[in-house]
């Protein structure tokens, strides 16, 4: 009987050395594997960050992969110390993840996608761009959308799938843009004089640059007008101001010089009483008489 007690007393122990040492080399292997995933996040950012190019959400992105994976690794090496198949771990991970990805199929595109915009850098935060769905002021781009402030003040989210599988046009990255103002003048109108307008009006404002030189021609002769245009050049940061400015000057110039500006007219004409044609009021044939 005592021997027994002391066989199954010196089986507990041995039980309790083994999993005593499992349970220490466990919590070495935690404290391990946080403290290197904790270097390889913070080495992947800097290894990042040296490239001016390369956004801070992109380094963060990156470096979070480094940190989980190892750390994925870590729990795995954990749960072998205590006798767990990580074989079928894996396994399963496997299953889950693939799951997980026809899941989320929309939102991995985003992702992608982000990622790409995030290198590539075809827009930057407070740059304006057009989409041609979506015109905005760029104030945040995220793994996922990207956030962008209309011109009327409305916040509106843009998939970074759906920004990635169009054209963007960026106009914040021109330091100068050329306009061209087009205005239709009567055909008996004096013709050089217009043009002559049009170029006082760009040597006079101050936002117009000289280099390239502003360029007045004909443009069209259309059906009702003499199509007269300027080419100028102004500073992208005042580009629209300046152009809204030259169309609404322009205008005013022409009419001081008595420059007219044809527009569709519509004619109606009436008939006099006398020449209405006469109404049929009846028949003025003679009818055979009934018969009785």
């Known amino acids: 009987m005592f021997k027994a007690s002391g ?18 080399g466990a919590v070495i292997l ?49 749960l072998g110390q205590f006798g767990v198949q990580t074989a ?20 991995l595109q985003n992702i992608a996608a982000g990622i790409m915009l995030l290198v590539l850098r075809p827009f930057r935060v407070g740059e304006y761009i057009s989409t041609g769905s979506i015109d905005g002021t760029v104030q945040e781009v995220g793994l996922f959308a990207t956030e962008l402030k209309t011109f009327d003040g409305l916040f509106r ?17 021109v330091t100068q843009r050329m306009h061209e103002l087009a205005i239709g003048i009567g055909y008996d109108d004096d013709l050089k004089k217009a043009i002559e307008i049009l170029l006082d009006l760009a040597r006079n404002n101050e936002n117009v640059l000289a280099d390239p030189e502003p360029y007045a021609f004909v443009k069209e002769l259309g059906d009702s ?19 809204h400015i030259m169309t609404r000057d322009a205008k005013l110039a022409f009419d001081e010089a008595g420059i007219s500006i044809p527009f569709p007219q519509v004619t109606l004409s ?16 003679d009818k055979p008489a009934e018969k009785s």
Request: charged residues 15%; neutral net charge; proline residues 2%.
């Open 7 to 24: 066989d199954f007393a010196n089986a507990m122990w041995a039980l309790v050395i083994t999993y005593t040492f499992s349970v220490l």
């Open 30 to 78: 935690l404290i391990v594997g946080w403290i290197v995933a904790a270097l390889v996040q913070r080495s992947i950012k800097n290894a990042f960050l040296k490239f001016e190019n390369v956004d801070r959400t992109l380094a963060g992105f990156f470096g979070n992969i480094g940190r989980y994976g190892i750390l994925t690794i870590v729990i795995i090496m954990v």
């Open 88 to 107: 079928s771990i894996l396994a399963a991970l496997g299953a889950a993840g693939l799951a997980i990805g026809l899941a989320l199929q929309g939102t």
């Open 157 to 173: 989210l843009a998939p970074n799938s759906t920004l990635w599988n169009v054209s963007i046009t960026n106009y914040s990255r």
């Open 225 to 243: 007008a003499v199509v007269v245009a300027m080419r100028y050049w102004a500073p992208g940061s005042v580009w629209w101001k300046t152009t």
């Open 270 to 285: 009436t008939l006099d009483e006398e020449e209405k044609p006469l109404e049929k009021v009846g028949d003025t044939t």
